[in-house]
């Protein structure tokens, strides 16, 4: 469904840039203040796979007639800096194997003064798709415990690694055709905080008040708190309410009609995290 003549938008790498020697760059995806989703093809295996490109525009650029990043003077050392922390990053998720929501890393790539993580093509729709083409918008809690289980499950391993996703939300759980949810969109924490050199991409309704603010301290408990809205929203189908908002003044609750429906201990254990 793509058009193969028009151009990729600068500065990301044009249709059919290789990259390692091995992958055949295709569309972009997605895009945030860290970097750049492409899908791409593996002409070995002939098979579709995903590149996630470090590509942070306000310390990188890259001409349209080449592959190769030229990194801002005055940014230099910050760029270099948060590069070792996205590869980090990304070949501790190589690491981890056996991971029932976790899309597997494949490749892990150095070139173009920048780096790429590649992971397995994954043919899935967004949580937020699936919620709104489903006949009530939301799920019972018997069908959500069987879907976001073993997410929970993954989180917690990652957790034990060292590794903080800072950024779950319905646009970043995926659900394929086996009927299983994956998390994906995973960046280096700088990039989803306020108070850093990147802008930080927040999620409202589901990032919690600590990574609005360096007046708190984030850490695995911020990924507990994104992933209780996201329960929320999928339980009683709305977004629930956004963290700032709530300082000010905390309206949350579970409305009557589904109180009745979920279980007490699933509203107990929702409402804390």
């Known amino acids: 469904?793509?058009?193969?003549?028009?151009?990729?938008?600068?500065?990301?790498?044009?249709?059919?840039?290789?990259?390692?020697?091995?992958?055949?760059i295709g569309k972009v995806l997605s895009s945030n203040s860290e970097g750049?989703?492409?899908?791409?093809?593996?002409?070995?295996?002939?098979?579709?796979?995903?590149?996630?490109?470090?590509?942070?525009?306000?310390?990188?650029?890259?001409?349209i007639k080449s592959a190769q990043v030229s990194i801002k003077d005055e940014w230099r050392d910050c760029y270099y800096d948060y590069l070792k922390k996205f590869l980090e990053l990304w070949r501790k998720l190589a690491r981890v194997r056996g991971l029932s929501a976790l899309i597997p890393?494949?490749?892990?790539?150095?070139?173009?003064?920048?780096?790429?993580?590649?992971?397995?093509?994954?043919?899935s729709i967004s949580l937020r798709e699936f919620l709104l083409k489903s006949n009530t918008g939301y799920l019972n809690w018997e069908k959500a415990k069987v879907l976001f289980m073993p997410v929970?499950?993954?989180?917690?391993?990652?957790?034990?690694?060292?590794?903080v996703h800072y950024g779950i939300n319905p646009d970043n759980l995926l659900i394929g055709r086996d009927g299983?949810?994956?998390?994906?969109?995973?960046?280096?924490?700088?990039?989803?905080?306020?108070?850093?050199?990147?802008?930080?991409?927040?999620f409202e309704g589901y990032t919690p008040i600590e990574q609005y603010s360096y007046g708190f301290r984030e850490?695995?408990?911020?990924?507990v708190y994104a992933f209780c809205a996201v329960l929320y929203r999928a339980l009683v189908g709305t977004v629930p309410q956004d963290a700032v908002s709530r300082c000010a003044n905390d309206r949350l609750i579970i409305p009557a009609r589904y109180a009745e429906i979920i279980p007490a201990y699933v509203i107990n254990a929702l409402m804390n995290g």
């Not at 793509?2 to 091995?22: A, F």
């Not at 989703?37 to 001409?63: G, H, N, Q």
């Not at 924490?189 to 927040?202: C, F, N, V």
């Open 180 to 202: 299983k949810l994956r998390l994906s969109g995973f960046c280096i924490a700088e990039a989803r905080l306020e108070g850093t050199d990147i802008s930080p991409e927040l």
């Open 105 to 123: 890393v494949i490749d892990i790539i150095e070139e173009n003064n920048t780096a790429y993580a590649v992971t397995e093509y994954f043919e």
């Open 36 to 63: 750049v989703t492409y899908i791409a093809f593996d002409v070995e295996k002939r098979t579709p796979v995903v590149i996630r490109e470090f590509l942070p525009e306000k310390f990188a650029e890259r001409s």
């Open 219 to 223: 850490g695995v408990w911020s990924d």
């Open 152 to 163: 929970l499950s993954t989180l917690s391993t990652l957790h034990n690694l060292g590794i």
């Open 1 to 24: 469904g793509y058009y193969t003549d028009s151009p990729q938008i600068s500065p990301y790498l044009p249709l059919r840039t290789p990259v390692g020697g091995k992958y055949i």
